[in-house]
């Protein structure tokens, strides 16, 4: 016989997945020892759990570009921070204490990030810049979060 | 007859949509009340209308996961400032000032919210904490946008 | 003859392409001349080129909105900074120095860029608020991305 119609209209296609892969925490232990990863276990955000409260390290598990933040109150004495990536210092952050005058200091930056890949805060060098203070109503900080997935994850 | 061709090839998907929620708003009005939001009513961005100015909240209009920061000038007095979360205080941020010795604070986080969830920044207890200032060519800024909806949105 | 059968379902549609576009960058030489724009030579994020090292500044390829954030740090004389977007000063940062007291001051705004404008940070004034500092071991920091493309580039 003659061909048919054509058929119907094929389905809509799916929205692109969201890649998500987030983590946002709080220190609960002041003056955090040196060259030892930062141990933040205050936790606001870690839905996909990259973020290891044993240990104070982000793990990478989606390829992309990354974003990370941080904000310290400095109190009792000079802090010198640096957020790592594979064991390497990428960014530092120095604020001196004086009496009567806790300070804040904050930090970001975007990194590209391959999995396996861990980011974490540290105090830097072996003096005694550790002065990073938190307590019930002050907090220390640390955040990040993936802003674009590799192009070859979809 | 017998059947017929294969019908088109359905057309293409559409691409995801983009949820938007954001705003980016200063403070016009410096050494706000406290126990009641900060309203900031000079407006960088605010174009979903999410964040009203009236009451200084911003109201989550899309269940998902948000980032907010804030960076606040100290000047004259102390600063201790919280983010509230539903009349619940989740973040601290203080500072201690000096004279002669401006400086600035700021903290973010990374929040998950439902319809409905309120966000604001509140100066933080009875005291004067409430430095927080701003003119001209002074900011003390509020800022929040969506990073990742819910995925039932889709 | 009779119709033919319905057709096969249409392919499923391509998952929304991921627009892109962001820096990361540091200072590397110190005390920056006012009324220009500040030149940020260390690249920690640049692969879509829209951050010129050679001028200091972030051409918009793809209009939509855009988060930046810079954290400065404030050694041997006071800062102020403005975040300038198409020769005109949006937001301001000021953080005055006291001896023996390294601060941090920091800022972040959500803007809407269209196609070729400009956005960079710049000292403010005529006066010798120029003291954002940088050495090997001391950052400071100017970001942006690309939050959400407009409607219409999809
Ligand atoms: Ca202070
Ligand atoms: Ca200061
Ligand atoms: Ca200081």
Chains 1, 2, 3 share one sequence.
Request: proline content about 5%.
């Amino acid at each position: 016989g003659f061909p048919g119609y054509p058929g119907q209209k094929g389905e809509k296609g799916e929205g692109a997945f969201v890649y998500r892969s987030a983590f946002s925490v709080g220190l609960t232990e002041r003056a955090p020892h040196p060259n030892v990863p930062i141990r933040f276990s205050k936790i606001f955000y870690n839905e996909q759990s990259h973020y290891d409260a044993s240990t104070g390290k982000f793990l990478c598990n989606i390829p992309g570009t990354y974003y990370f933040a941080y904000h310290l109150t400095v109190y009792l004495s000079d802090v010198k921070v640096s957020l790592y990536k594979k064991d390497k210092a990428v960014i530092f952050t120095y604020d001196q204490f004086q009496k009567n005058n806790v300070d804040q200091a904050s930090g970001s930056v975007l990194l590209h990030l391959s999995a396996g890949d861990e980011v974490w805060l540290q105090v830097y060098g072996e003096g005694d810049n550790n002065g990073v203070y938190a307590d019930n109503i002050n907090d220390s900080t640390f955040m990040g979060f993936l802003l674009y997935p590799d192009p070859d994850v979809h």
